[in-house]
């Protein structure tokens, strides 16, 4: 178990857990975000699609269930964001904001030293620095249960905001020079 003395934001647990991992030998590591939404039942689906990739997305818009992506500026940034990274990473990728992801023993160790802490990094920077650190991406279809906590960010203000934040995140994780030892 890992114990942070204070909160580090989502990038910093995220690389805590990873270090972690790393120090206790741990193959692989699964990341599942807290609202409840993510089916723990795909969890051996991610795992085993570690066979064929380095990092394996859970993707709600796959082919599996029904999901609503919402519309205007935030379906358009996800789909920003899923055209460039599919081209980035050499295969078709639908849901690159996911928070359900599979990091094998390739990607565990770049993930431990070089997992990123800003807004949206641990979602678009992170496959960003896969890529070029020569990990392999894929997707899995999973089925999103409905949010158990929080709230999505759906008002129009909202979804205008994260249009822009996902675009600089994903301009700042392109032109962002990375040595990956």
């Keep these: 178990m890992v114990r942070l003395p204070f909160n580090l934001g989502v990038g910093g647990a995220m690389r805590a857990g990873f270090r972690y991992a790393r120090r206790e030998g741990y193959d692989a590591v699964v990341q599942v975000d807290a609202d409840g939404q993510h089916d723990c ?28 992506a919402g519309r205007g500026p935030r379906r358009w940034a996800m789909s920003l964001l899923a055209g460039t990274l599919s081209r980035l990473a050499g295969t078709r990728l639908t849901d690159t904001t996911s928070g359900f992801r599979a990091a094998g023993a390739r990607a565990l160790p770049i993930f431990a030293d070089h997992y990123p802490a800003e807004y949206l990094g641990d979602t678009v920077e992170s496959l960003v620095i896969a890529i070029r650190a020569g990990c392999t991406v894929q997707q899995v279809p999973v089925v999103m249960r409905p949010r158990y906590a929080g709230r999505a960010s759906q008002s129009p203000l909202r979804a205008a905001a994260y249009l822009v934040r996902a675009v600089t995140a994903l301009g700042l994780a392109l032109v962002r020079r990375r040595a990956f030892v």
Excluded: P
Excluded at 45 to 65: M, P, Q, S, T, Y
């Design 41 to 68: 039942a795909y969890v051996k689906v991610l795992l085993d699609a570690l066979g064929e990739a380095d990092v394996v997305i859970g993707a709600r818009f796959a082919g599996a269930g029904r999901y609503d």
